[in-house]
């Protein structure tokens, strides 16, 4: 295994060279990373899960970090799939 120390990469996004440490960088990989979920996979990231008596397994984004960054993340999620069809 080789470990590379490079520190920067290319936004799907920008085109441009962005900090691999950044916050633009987090954000963009986690759009990427919603993009690779099932439909059930993004429902139970973004919603959270119950089982089958109702109790909380886990709460999903929209209860740790709120609906705004539900919004950000899924608008996030558009704009890199439109530059993906731009690319194409």
């Known amino acids: 295994m080789t470990y590379?120390?490079?520190?920067?990469?290319t936004s799907e996004l920008t085109g441009q060279t962005v900090n691999t440490w950044s916050e633009e960088w987090r954000i963009e990989t986690e759009?990427?990373?919603?993009?690779?979920?099932?439909?059930q996979e993004r429902d139970a990231f973004f919603?959270?899960?119950?089982?089958?008596?109702?109790?909380?397994?886990?709460?999903?984004?929209?209860?740790?970090?709120?609906p705004k960054a539900v919004e950000d993340?899924?608008?996030?999620?558009?704009r890199l799939q439109e530059a993906r069809s731009r690319s194409k």
């Open 4 to 9: 590379s120390r490079d520190t920067e990469a």
């Open 47 to 66: 919603n959270g899960r119950k089982d089958e008596n109702g109790k909380t397994i886990d709460r999903g984004v929209i209860g740790i970090r709120g």
């Open 31 to 39: 759009a990427r990373t919603v993009l690779k979920m099932s439909k």
């Open 73 to 78: 993340i899924k608008a996030t999620v558009e």
